[in-house]
């Protein structure tokens, strides 16, 4: 795509960042500039990212100004109503599949075909960490208790954890997804964390990919401690600026989406930001198989702008992909620094 496509935001839609948001420092070490945002419609830029050279997360430098961000959502692409092929509903089916079958055998709740398919998941242990993750581990921690999904999206999640003896509750600030959320049944408010009564209590936060969406993610943190129990958790997974994928990606690592994405973390960063909070204790974990999808999702930013003017080209493009990919899920499998995602569990 030429970049007489990509639109630009008017000038005072934006803000300059120039100092790090979460430790006010002036320092860079690495910056992004011209980023597109691929996955609007139509595409827009330009945009830049700092990397902090003090605290090492990543900052957009020139920024939706906070009243006009709504505008980086309308056109966002998740939001379409597009299913699909054929064979991406089969697949899906197939993991819904798994993925009911893997909750129902760790929420104790035993058949014989539940058994197998655990089993089996646990031997292709990527798929077991994704399981593990995608449940967002909340049978290794506590059977029962109080749960609340910050940006709980369609629900999926809080259906389940109800399913399995939770009492839940979720915050959006997407109305469709409320609306989809309600569907299901569940208690759904339309909004952030502040909707939430301050008197409230619950034994389990969920923040799945939010936090690098906020302007100030400390205020979130503090709000998420001041809202749990002693010994209660709170799980959060976002995008890890140290990560592999960004380092051989660049531009076109999956993770930067800008506009949407305003501060990127690495592990050091975020787990003092939580123990400054009152966390007591950080934990990371394994998120399986996020190297193929950040892989394949990156590979895909970056043929949108690389040309293949050969089938031979396009061939060894597709070998070197595949290479990529599959280095990318080895690596971030074995070193946790540079995991494609950061999965964090912190306790009260």
Request: net charge neutral.
């Amino acid at each position: 795509m030429e970049n007489d496509d990509v639109s630009a935001w008017p000038v005072e839609w934006t803000e300059e960042v120039n100092i790090c948001p979460l430790c006010n420092s002036d320092s860079v070490c690495n910056h992004e500039n011209r980023l597109i945002d691929w996955l609007s419609v139509p595409p827009s830029g330009y945009w830049r990212m700092n990397v902090c050279g003090s605290c090492g997360v990543g900052y957009l430098s020139l920024r939706p100004a906070v009243k006009y961000i709504q505008n980086a959502y309308k056109n966002y692409y998740t939001h379409s109503k597009n299913k699909g092929s054929l064979i991406n509903k089969y697949l899906r089916g197939m993991q819904k599949y798994l993925y009911e079958a893997f909750c129902d055998h760790a929420g104790h709740n035993y058949t014989v075909s539940g058994y197998l398919v655990y089993a089996l998941v646990r031997i292709v242990f990527p798929l077991g960490l994704y399981f593990d993750t995608k449940s967002r581990h909340i049978f290794k921690f506590r059977n029962t208790g109080r749960l609340l999904d910050v940006g709980c999206g369609n629900g999926e999640f809080l259906e389940m954890a109800s399913r399995h003896g939770w009492e839940v509750i979720g915050v959006d600030f997407d109305q469709a997804a409320v609306s989809v959320a309600k569907s299901r049944g569940l208690i759904i408010l339309h909004g952030g964390i502040d909707v939430i009564d301050s008197n409230e209590k619950f034994d389990f936060i969920s923040l799945n990919h939010v936090i690098e969406h906020v302007y100030d993610p400390l205020k979130l943190i503090q709000s998420c401690y001041a809202l749990l129990n002693d010994g209660g958790t709170l799980w959060l997974e976002t995008p890890n600026i140290d990560s592999i994928g960004y380092a051989l990606y660049k531009s076109n690592w999956r993770g930067l989406e800008p506009p949407r994405h305003i501060m990127l973390f690495n592990k050091a960063a975020l787990s003092e930001m939580l123990l400054k909070s009152g966390f007591v204790s950080v934990e990371q974990k394994s998120h399986g198989l996020s190297g193929v999808y950040m892989g394949l999702s990156s590979e895909g930013l970056l043929n949108k702008t690389v040309s293949c003017s050969s089938m031979a080209c396009f061939g060894l493009r597709k070998i070197i992909m595949l290479l990529r990919v599959i280095s990318l899920e080895l690596i971030q499998l074995l070193c946790k620094k540079r995991k494609e995602l950061l999965t964090l569990v912190a306790t009260r």
